[in-house]
């Protein structure tokens, strides 16, 4: 079935269908004893999609207003849409599926699979400007949940060099080498694929931020992808770990596991990180 622009029903019927044909197991997820709904349940998906079960429900029944951007790419990701899929759901929608933004980057179901099974583990996909477009438990406890930001917020390259809170979670050691990685990226990316987004970001962060127009006026050398790092949690402390970068086409992949000694402490910033979570009901963002 080929889509028309600005078809909800379509979108719909596509969210529906996908829901039912999924498994638990094929998005990481327990099947537990009594399982009776064929596929997901709502719940199930809007999880996996970082919204509420009930603004999800209002997609599916075609009962609420036109979904953003942001918000289909990440049920596309949340639903393990090929790139076809994906693109025709924009379509739908009314909106250009090729379309450059932070946050719109498509990961293949392949990756999301790779990330289901990293569910233990604080792992991160990144897209050129610094979007996380998914992230495990145990890193939105360690970095925060990506879904508070909004606009360039939602940029932890932007965050790094206009908001003092961003660097709190990180041993001040290591302040410069972050920002100087972060520069680094940039670069490289600036010619690549998104490089709209990016210029965007580099001018932008250029009016704002003179440690950030120090830094690209003066190139330092590549990042290196394997690098000790010192994250600094509220409640716990330092936690030291191994931060491992896997770069692809249009994303970067994020590994980050415990050296000798901190085992324990990053399991525990997983539990007090899920218990925040689950303390307040989190609004969904459309």
């Not at 909106?95 to 099974?117: C, E, F, K």
């Not at 041993?171 to 965007?200: C, F, K, N, Y």
């Not at 086409?249 to 324990?264: D, E, H, K, M, Q």
Request: glycine share 8%.
């Amino acid at each position: 079935m080929v889509p028309t622009p600005l078809d909800l029903d379509f979108v719909a019927g596509q969210l529906r269908a996908r829901r039912r044909m999924l498994q638990p197991e094929h998005v990481g997820l327990p099947r537990g004893r009594r399982r009776r709904t064929p596929g997901l349940r709502r719940e199930e998906v809007a999880a996996l999609c970082a919204m509420s079960p009930a603004y999800y429900g209002r997609l599916e029944r075609h009962c609420g207003p036109r979904p953003s951007p942001i918000t289909l790419a990440r049920i596309a990701r949340g639903l393990r849409f090929s790139d076809v899929e994906r693109d025709r759901l924009f379509i739908a929608a009314g909106y250009d599926p090729a379309r450059r933004s932070i946050g719109l980057t498509h990961l293949a179901p392949q990756w999301m699979h790779v990330l289901d099974r990293l569910a233990d583990t604080p792992a991160l996909a990144v897209d050129a400007v610094g979007g996380v477009l998914h992230q495990t438990a145990p890193a939105a406890a360690l970095f925060g949940a990506a879904i508070d930001y909004a606009g360039w917020e939602r940029s932890a390259y932007y965050r790094w060099f206009t908001s003092p809170r961003e660097r709190n979670r990180h041993d001040v050691a290591e302040h410069s080498t972050i920002g100087a990685e972060i520069a680094a990226e940039l670069r490289s990316a600036v010619h690549g694929e998104h490089v709209g987004p990016v210029a965007d970001l580099v001018h932008l962060l250029l009016r704002r931020s003179g440690e950030f127009a120090e830094l690209w006026r003066s190139p330092g050398p590549a990042v290196d992808p394997t690098r000790r790092c010192r994250i600094v949690h509220r409640e716990l402390g330092v936690i030291e770990l191994n931060r491992d970068v896997f770069c692809e086409r249009n994303f970067r992949l994020v590994i980050y596991t415990p050296v000798a000694g901190s085992t324990i402490a990053l399991e525990l910033a997983t539990v007090l990180g899920h218990h925040r979570f689950d303390a307040k009901a989190a609004p969904s963002r459309r």
